[in-house]
């Protein structure tokens, strides 16, 4: 084997490479000098930063809200806390009046709401692709992001304004395939998008959570985006039942 | 987790209604697990933050509330942030330890973060590293200089990304770009 890159060392240290590729790159440096005293440099350089770094410990909370509530003179605080993230935010929250602690709250539930939103379509959307075409789950990775996408935009928009996409090739070309248009692709492409659509709504409460409204939406959308009969009907027996699983859950 | 309830029942248990606790621990569970994924702390265990650190997190939160006067909500995020660097950099000791081990690396166990005492001499060799390292960290570039010091105390690429509005690469490949620049003047220092 050569020897690693620099960032295959890196990872090696950072500890974020596979057990494989760790176990490789660690019986190439046991039978290569130069890259075991190269890691021994960069370990030893570490511990002694890390020690460095650990002597200017974090100031108790107590001196912390003392040094807010008495004007911040102390200059070697002051130092620290510039150069410290979570001493920084600890004083931010100290000295915020409650309006910025009341926004600072609905910035982290919106994120979190949000986050929450994606997860559970991203499941419920890699379910349904199980279910109904394994021979392409490849594309749910590959399609992901531009299909999270086009939903959001889709549901931005509200899809009865939204232009026609009664023909697969536009929602494939939209997903990122247009070289690719084949049958199976068009399928996946709608099989996601549906289900992430769906999700979102009734995440969002904009659907009640309940197998004839779920049904409705998810006619109205996958004909939109050019499913089949066939395509529509496995698409109702799946997806109503998944959503209500995950809601629950 | 609804944000509302639980600065509501966080205020009950101080209040007195303990029985309440247990239900604000697992209240808070998705949420923590959603820091955990979300700020790169996913080399914790997900059993060890629902079995562990949630239940720790929660009763410090519930402390901080009571003496700094703060809502719950924002006293369980920096809590539970402290938690996990505190985790993380013990997961890195500990793996840096491996490392020596596996490789056959032997050195100073002072350097390795080792307790054991050594001779005066060695220790006043190692006293003058420290400082070295101290002095050249000191004249370093802020930014630079603010990644590397973040990165030792526990915080993650996501972490640091998020805080200075930068990728998490780039923040990646700050640390290792500024740790080798480090490195190779400590080393030129050393040898004179």
Redesign the interface.
Known sequence: MECPG?EII?D??D?ELSPEQAKSV?SH??SCQNC?TE?????????????????DKCPP?DTL?DYINNGCKDDNLTKHIE????CS??AW??QASPGE?EA??KR??LS?QE??SKELGYDTAKETLTKLLPSRIDLLEKAWQSVLRFVLDLKTKAIENWPSFEQGPQLVGALGFDEASDPETDAASIILSTTLYISQMVNDGEIELNQQSIETVIKEVSIKLGAGKQLQKRLIETVPPLIMKSQRD | MDFELANEYALRILQGEGKLHEELVTMCIPRLLYLRNTLGFRMIPEAEVVHELAADAVADALFKQETRKLPFTICLHNTFRDLCRSRKNIIRDRHIKDLFETNGIRMSPSLTGGKQPEAVEVQVQNNEIFQLAKDILEDHEPFSKKVVIQKSRGFTYLEMAKTYDKEDKECKRVYWHDMNQLRTIFNSKANN
């Open positions: 620099k890196q090696y240290i500890g660690q440096i046991q075991k890691l021994n440099e960069i370990l030893t350089f570490h511990n002694v930063i890390n020690t460095v770094v650990s002597e909370l809200q150069f410290c993230d979570r935010s600890y929250a100290f602690l600072w709250q982290q539930e979190y986050y929450k």
